[in-house]
């Protein structure tokens, strides 16, 4: 079979690898034991070792190649000799993430990520991790299923995955990652700009494409399919696609070396976890990493206690998989009184016998099948043979107690809005073609269901039936009372319909071309959709583009009277943040209850309502995803990434979540994606990797001093191939009754998370004037404890900041300034921030408030075994020149300042005109045939893929709006309203000052 043109040609030769050695680091405090972390080379040659004189353990060491026959990466199988052969339970590598158990032996190769188990013959390798299939024709991207043998990394074409080097090739070996310049330990300003740098800064060996199970290639037109046909409204062909989602195992540090003290590494810093006991920090993170012994100790410290769970974060290619436990009919060893599931933290005793619940202090009776004598250290000699025993993340296969009904189907249900202004902007046409091109990406197998509707202000369903020469379009004109005009055929296997979906996705822009009803009936659409797959559940995914203005759910504009209200200061106006009414909440609720989960496409150029619409994904676990002002020439690509990535992102569906801790805590609130029907458990029709739960406790008795702290969360899941499993994640902490312990172990940007996510949910409640005080009142009370109980007697001048916080007062500047709590923003952009923040992941929350700024128009002078990303530069005007060109990115937006003197020929270089006149708003970043261009691209790209997300670009010009946009994102400066960092250090120096007098 010939082979279609690669989407894109390679651009990144491979250097010769730079010298670098590794960093000394001293040995864990007692109370981590359990994590063994390994981290990359100091930031910089200045700093010093970590605290401590002591060997460098070998559990602590820069990422590196794996040894011979260690697992290369999650999934690959487990090397000769590997543990876990004791009789019972049934352990097994667990499969890759939604993928159903395997018959093999952990000898043999397990499933790509998210997909469906291959049956492979002993001789057949797979290609080394992101490589080319062994095979040496694959066949098109799309085309029918491949044999074993040429099977594709997950989420990469087989033409793509058949190239030579990608974007973005690495610039060092894996023994010898290069330096990085990352925070200054002397002051209380980063020596960055950017916020939390992203874990995994550098590019990926070109051996290595997407990390295993991570998102797919970005932006380019897939390869072996068409050219959706609605002209320049794609990005162009010479686009490079990006990627996203966790580094290459070569990637270098970023953040301050080793660990200091009792803390665990910043989400934004580069480590890899041997779990041997305590959780992945990716997937369960607490504000302190040592707990108050008395709820009196922390109120004074006036810092919050909460953990930030996110179940399926995206690991470290080079970490272990999470291990599946099978225990068969008898089902997962628990805690008689307080069901805990069995941890490396609960002990056995009277010769194994019993075991205590390290959670309530239950001592319970091992049963029979898994009773085990104990070594001469109190441990099961069986303990390092059980996942369960010695792990602080495993699965559990879920037993017939676990279900209430047979796991539902993944079943996908598209609803596109076809009304006159959804034609005429692109948007129907875009949502079209982001839909056809990534049927390919559904998951395969005979379980996986579509459909699909259209709507204006009537409601289009569409039989799919293979039978049928053309796909039957059924109206339903009763918008009040809305129902499904056919029982069967509405949702068919994908491997039914495939061909009349693709047919039917091409013709509906030229069928509604000429449709001129404006209205939208989009709250009739989604109960429509809900009624076609109440039997089963599922995904249900909205691509809306004007305000709802028929039908149930129906809405009114509101953004005038908002606009008018705020200038004048009305004190209410935070209620038009508000849902307009319980309408949608209710339907939200009914959705949540028969395990439909909904995202919300708003492709839109006009005030949409999202503080009412957002109520839908954020009550079944989807989110909104929000393109204003919608451009046909940009959008499409970040329309169809976006697609794409919440299609193939590890997720799991109708999932029941529950939070337990030790005696002395109990879990006061769940904040996040869900809906919540029972005091102790939230409902998660969908559950994905980017979602995270934030969990807040407070004190009902006291910890005795060095005592621990455990936390467990359970997770009840179903795959998107039908199993029903159980994650559990464990974390142990210590207790202290020193106030100066809970400081020095403070984590900075989980509890800035927290005051992230009070502040969102304080906003359509409060005025922006009152949550923006709590917010600073929050910084100002905890600076204030420790300069009263902690600091050492100094002079009453100084500001003296905890070392674990030294840039709280920073980053809770930036909150003030930013989106969601400024005056001067739009309804929709307030309540999109406050829609994004509720899931928000810890490390993204910083990055969100407060940007990295990278000068692009200097890129040519770097060196190519300088790290890909530049040092990004502190956000203030003092680093803009005149003759610049600027990136500020935020995560989710990407803003280009370009300068006024800019060199006309570094225009053309990048941006393809010599001359901003008529320039667009909203760019298509090009690659030309030159350097500085190249690095650009590459650059972009990179941040594309640490952030798991597109960026849509936008220019900003000095001298008109989007210019002074840009430079209110300055966060350092003074702002109209607004301090700068230094006069807020004073105002906050001054306050401190007046509560201790």
């Known amino acids: 079979m010939s082979r279609p043109p690669p989407p894109f040609t390679p651009q990144n030769p491979t250097p010769a690898p730079r010298p670098g050695g590794q960093s000394p680091s001293s040995t864990l405090p007692a109370s981590f ?23 460098v353990p070998s559990s602590i060491r820069g990422p590196q190649a794996p040894p011979p026959g260690a697992r290369p990466f999650p999934g690959s199988p487990s090397p000769p000799g590997s543990l876990f052969a004791c009789p019972a339970p049934s352990v097994q590598q667990s499969p890759p993430f939604g993928a159903p158990p395997a018959a093999q032996s952990l000898q043999q190769q397990r499933p790509p990520f998210n997909g469906p188990p291959p049956v492979l013959p002993a001789q057949v390798q797979r290609a080394p991790f992101g490589g080319p299939p062994a095979a040496s024709q694959p066949l098109p991207y799309g085309g029918p299923p491949a044999a074993v043998s040429q099977l594709a990394p997950f989420g990469v074409s087989p033409v793509a995955a058949a190239q030579s ?20 330990g002397a002051v209380s300003r980063p020596s960055y700009s950017g916020g939390s740098i992203p874990p995994f800064g550098a590019a990926r060996a070109p051996s290595q494409q997407g990390p295993y199970g991570g998102p797919p290639q970005f932006g380019g037109e897939r390869p072996g399919l068409q050219t959706p046909l609605f002209g320049a409204q794609t990005a162009p062909a010479s686009q490079p696609p990006p990627f996203m989602g966790v580094r290459g195992a070569n990637a270098p540090a970023f953040g301050p070396p080793g660990w200091q003290g009792q803390t665990r590494p910043a989400a934004s810093s580069e480590f890899i976890v041997k779990d041997t006991g305590n959780c992945s920090p990716r997937l369960m993170r607490c504000t302190m990493n040592q707990i108050p012994c008395t709820g009196d100790l922390l109120t004074t410290s006036g810092m919050p206690l909460a953990i930030m769970v996110q179940p399926f974060a995206l690991p470290h290619p080079s970490e272990e998989a999470i291990q599946l436990v099978d225990f068969g009919e008898m089902g997962p060893i628990r805690c008689s009184r307080c069901k805990a599931y069995i941890n490396p933290f609960m002990r056995f005793v009277d010769q194994g016998k019993i075991f205590i619940c390290n959670l309530c202090g239950f001592s319970n009776d091992t049963p029979r099948e898994y009773l085990c004598n104990l070594g001469p250290d109190g441990r099961r000699r069986d303990a390092d043979d059980r996942p369960e025993l010695c792990r602080g993340t495993v699965e559990f296969i879920a037993t017939k107690e676990f279900l209430v009904r047979e796991p539902m189907p993944a079943v996908y249900f598209f609803l596109v809005d076809v009304s006159m202004n959804a034609i005429q902007t692109g948007a129907t046409a875009a949502a079209c073609s982001a839909i056809s091109q990534s049927l390919s990406d559904l998951p395969e197998g005979p379980r996986t269901m579509v459909g699909i509707a259209t709507f204006d202000s009537t409601i289009h369903f569409y039989s799919l039936k293979r039978a049928q020469q053309q796909p039957l379009m059924l109206i339903v004109p009763d918008i009040q009372d809305v129902y499904t005009p056919l029982q069967m055929d509405l949702i068919l296997p994908v491997s039914e319909c495939r061909d009349s979906l693709e047919q039917l996705l091409e013709s509906i822009p030229s069928m509604f071309e000429n449709n001129r009803v404006a209205d939208s009936a989009f709250g009739a659409a989604m109960k429509a959709g809900f009624l076609a797959m109440k039997p089963t559940g599922g995904k249900l995914l909205v691509f809306q583009s004007v305000l709802p203005s028929v039908g149930t759910g129906s809405l009114s504009a509101r953004e005038t009277e908002g606009r008018s209200n705020i200038s004048s200061g009305d004190k209410e106006a935070h209620k038009l943040l508000q ?46 995803y929000y393109y204003f002002p919608f451009s046909a020439l940009s959008d499409p690509a970040k329309l169809f990434n976006d697609l794409r990535w919440n299609i193939t992102r590890p997720q799991g569906l109708e999932a029941v979540m529950r939070v337990r801790c030790s005696q002395g805590l109990q879990v006061q609130d769940y904040s996040g994606n869900f809906c919540k029907r029972v005091p102790t458990d939230i409902d998660l029709p969908a559950i994905d990797s980017d979602k995270t739960i934030m969990v807040s406790f407070k004190h009902d008795d006291k910890f005795q001093e060095n005592s621990e702290c455990g936390f467990q969360c359970a997770l009840l899941y179903t795959t998107v191939y039908g199993q029903r499993r159980i994650r559990v994640i464990n974390i142990s902490l210590p207790c202290t009754s020193m106030l100066s312990n809970l400081f020095r172990c403070a984590d900075l940007e989980a509890q800035f998370t927290y005051v992230v996510k009070q502040a969102a949910n304080g906003i359509p409640s409060s005025s922006l004037s009152q949550v923006r005080d709590q917010v600073t009142s929050t910084c100002i009370n905890i600076l204030q404890s420790y300069r009263q109980y902690c600091a050492s007697v100094s002079s009453s001048g100084q500001l003296i900041l905890p070392e674990a916080l030294k840039l709280l007062p920073l980053y809770t500047l930036a909150l003030t300034k930013s989106i969601g709590l400024r005056n001067d923003g739009r309804l929709d952009d307030r309540s999109y921030w406050v829609s994004i923040v509720s899931s928000v992941s810890v490390s993204l929350a910083v990055p969100l408030v407060f940007p990295r700024m990278i000068a692009l128009h200097d890129l040519t002078s770097r060196d190519d075994e300088d790290p890909l990303i530049p040092n990004p530069l502190t956000l203030n005007s003092e680093n803009i020149q005149d003759n610049g060109i600027y990136l500020l990115e935020n995560g989710e937006d990407g803003f280009i300042h370009v300068r006024n003197a800019v060199n006309p020929a570094t225009l053309e270089q990048i941006f393809g005109f010599s001359s901003l006149a008529g320039a667009p708003n909203l760019l298509v970043l090009e690659q030309f045939d030159n350097v500085l261009s190249r690095k650009v691209n590459e650059v972009v790209n990179e941040i594309r893929r640490q952030r798991c ?29 607004g301090l700068s960092y230094v006069e807020f250090l004073v105002h906050v120096h001054r306050q401190i000052q007046s509560k201790m007098t």
Do not use: H, W
């Open 33 to 55: 034991s359990n994590l063994q972390i390994s981290r990359a080379p100091p930031p910089f040659a200045s700093v010093g070792p970590p605290q401590g004189d002591g060997p």
């Open 165 to 184: 080097a990608p974007l973005g090739a690495p610039r060092y070996s894996a023994a010898q990652p290069p330096q990085f310049s990352g925070l200054s």
């Open 579 to 624: 849902p307009v009414d319980k309408t949608l909440k209710t339907m939200a609720l009914e959705f949540a209850e028969y395990q439909v989960c909904v995202d919300v496409f708003l492709t839109t150029q006009s005030y949409t309502d999202v503080a009412s619409i957002s109520v839908v994904p954020s009550t079944t676990g989807g989110r909104v």
């Open 949 to 977: 997300s597109y960026l849509r670009l936008r220019l900003c010009q000095k001298g008109d709006p989007s210019g002074d946009f840009f430079r209110s994102l300055l966060v350092e400066d003074k702002a109209p309203g």
